[in-house]
């Protein structure tokens, strides 16, 4: 089992201390787990300014020493919208991070909260968003996009066109990034992964051939949630599962 979306006390919206997941996944029996704690620059967000990557480190590197080994403990973030902040993006990839996550959360100062679907479909919320994640794979800078259909676990449903998908998917390997198979959705009572099976067999059938598995947890107990169901749903597929090291995929047999 592995585990590359997690989030730390280092996020505005946890409290969950390092040592905690790693105790956590031992008794999981997780064999790599890496930290993605959220970097927002959306001045809307909550987590605006939150993170400090000095205040990372520190936490981080206290923990790998005194981890007895057992576990593969890897440093990651997660950066909000990475085409409208990429010097912030660049500055920050300077540390030796493993793994960089890119998600959309925002649109703007949109956010898929009720007030916002209230006024917007999910028809007319994934149009603009689907152009957001479009520009964020055409600027890249990271290695693996987050949870690329976000406002499902909010709307509760998906639409997109396979054009756009295809134009999504085909840019995504063309730049040599990959897509997070994000497990979050399943805990708020959806029945899909972010993405679902779908959106997989697209972007298989647009070249691509890797993914990251990561339960997004923001609590102890959520680490390396539902790690089982993305697994056998992507050996159906036909997908292969990677590991990031030194933002450097490895093929996970
Ligand atoms: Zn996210
Ligand atoms: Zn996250």
Same mark, same amino acid.
């Given at each position: 089992?592995k585990d590359l979306h997690i989030?730390?006390?280092?996020?505005?919206?946890?409290?969950?201390?390092? #040592?905690?997941?790693?105790?956590?996944?031992?008794?999981?029996?997780?064999?790599?787990i890496c930290?993605t704690?959220?970097?927002?620059?959306?001045?809307?967000?909550?987590?605006?300014?939150?993170?400090?990557?000095?205040?990372?480190?520190?936490?981080?590197?206290?923990?790998?020493?005194?981890?007895?080994?057992?576990?593969?403990?890897?440093?990651g973030?997660e950066?909000?919208?990475?085409?409208?902040?990429?010097?912030?993006?660049?500055?920050?990839?300077?540390?030796?991070?493993?793994l960089?996550i890119?998600?959309?959360?925002?649109?703007?100062?949109?956010?898929?909260?009720?007030?916002?679907?209230?006024?917007?479909?999910? $028809?007319?919320?994934?149009?603009?968003?689907?152009?957001?994640?479009?520009?964020?794979?055409?600027?890249?800078?990271?290695?693996v996009?987050g949870h690329?259909?976000?406002?499902?676990?909010?709307?509760?449903?998906?639409?997109?066109?396979?054009?756009?998908? $295809?134009?999504?998917?085909?840019?995504?390997?063309?730049?040599?990034?990959?897509?997070e198979i994000n497990t979050s959705?399943?805990?708020?009572?959806?029945?899909?992964?972010?993405?679902? $099976? #779908?959106?997989? #067999?697209?972007?298989?059938?647009?070249?691509?051939?890797?993914?990251t598995i990561g339960s997004d947890a923001?609590?102890?107990?959520?680490?390396g949630?539902?790690y $089982?169901?993305a697994?056998?749903?992507?050996?159906?597929?036909?997908?292969?599962?990677?590991?990031?090291?030194?933002?450097?995929?490895?093929?996970?047999?």
């Amino acid at each position: 089992m592995k585990d590359l979306h997690i989030h730390t006390e280092c996020s505005c919206d946890s409290e969950a201390k390092m #040592e905690d997941y790693i105790s956590e996944a031992k008794r999981k029996g997780i064999e790599t787990i890496c930290f993605t704690d959220h970097v927002d620059w959306n001045s809307n967000d909550y987590g605006y300014h939150y993170y400090e990557p000095d205040t990372f480190w520190e936490r981080f590197r206290a923990v790998k020493n005194e981890s007895d080994g057992g576990i593969e403990v890897l440093a990651g973030f997660e950066f909000g919208e990475p085409h409208l902040y990429q010097e912030q993006l660049t500055e920050l990839a300077k540390y030796p991070y493993d793994l960089i996550i890119g998600s959309i959360h925002w649109i703007g100062d949109m956010f898929p909260c009720q007030q916002v679907r209230e006024q917007y479909s999910a $028809k007319e919320f994934f149009t603009l968003y689907w152009q957001e994640v479009l520009k964020t794979v055409q600027a890249g800078g990271f290695d693996v996009l987050g949870h690329i259909d976000f406002p499902k676990r909010y709307y509760g449903e998906i639409y997109y066109t396979e054009a756009v998908m $295809k134009e999504i998917f085909s840019t995504l390997v063309e730049k040599d990034m990959i897509l997070e198979i994000n497990t979050s959705s399943l805990r708020k009572g959806h029945t899909q992964t972010m993405p679902g $099976k #779908e959106l997989l #067999e697209i972007y298989q059938a647009n070249g691509g051939k890797y993914v990251t598995i990561g339960s997004d947890a923001h609590v102890v107990e959520d680490i390396g949630a539902d790690y $089982k169901a993305a697994k056998s749903m992507i050996e159906d597929i036909g997908l292969q599962e990677v590991v990031c090291r030194q933002r450097k995929r490895q093929i996970i047999s």
